[in-house]
């Protein structure tokens, strides 16, 4: 682990985080206000906050470290769109359609997730790349 995927972990859990808050704090509340029930309350999330901000901690370093051991010198963008595919189809598209199974979520709120979700891995997968250049071959 060197300088460069520290930088690389430190931006992917930023934009990680706030797009996941954009995404599920701002964008899918009124779809999740039906299912109020279900989750904790803010009160309760709070107190559990930590254990979110490690949990994307995690996922940032996991998502820069598997990155690393498969980067190619090549353009950057490309290798991060593949990369958030294959990441989003890891993670959240079956996770969300295991979720819309034992849960009562309605089709288009799973959707939603998926496709949003999806979206920022795309993006999380550029950012990686870009800043986690493989060095040029001789």
């Not at 990155?67 to 958030?84: D, I, K, N, S």
């Not at 979700?117 to 795309?122: A, E, N, Q, T």
Request: hydrophobic share 60%; net charge positive; aromatic share 14%.
């Amino acid at each position: 682990m060197n300088k460069k995927f520290f930088v690389a972990w430190i931006a992917v859990f930023v934009v990680w985080f706030l797009g996941s808050f954009l995404i599920h704090d701002t964008l899918l509340k009124a779809d999740y206000a039906q299912f109020a029930g279900m989750f904790r309350s803010d009160a309760e999330m709070m107190q559990h906050f930590p254990l979110m901000i490690l949990a994307f901690a995690i996922m940032a370093g996991a998502f820069v470290w598997v990155y690393a051991r498969g980067v190619e010198a090549r353009p950057p963008v490309g290798q991060g769109l593949r990369f958030g595919i294959a990441v989003a189809l890891l993670t959240c598209v079956p996770f969300n359609m295991i979720n819309y199974v034992i849960a009562p979520y309605p089709g288009l709120l799973v959707m939603k997730q998926i496709v949003m979700d999806s979206v920022l891995l795309l993006i999380l997968g550029i950012i990686v790349a870009s800043l986690y250049k493989a060095p040029a071959p001789r």
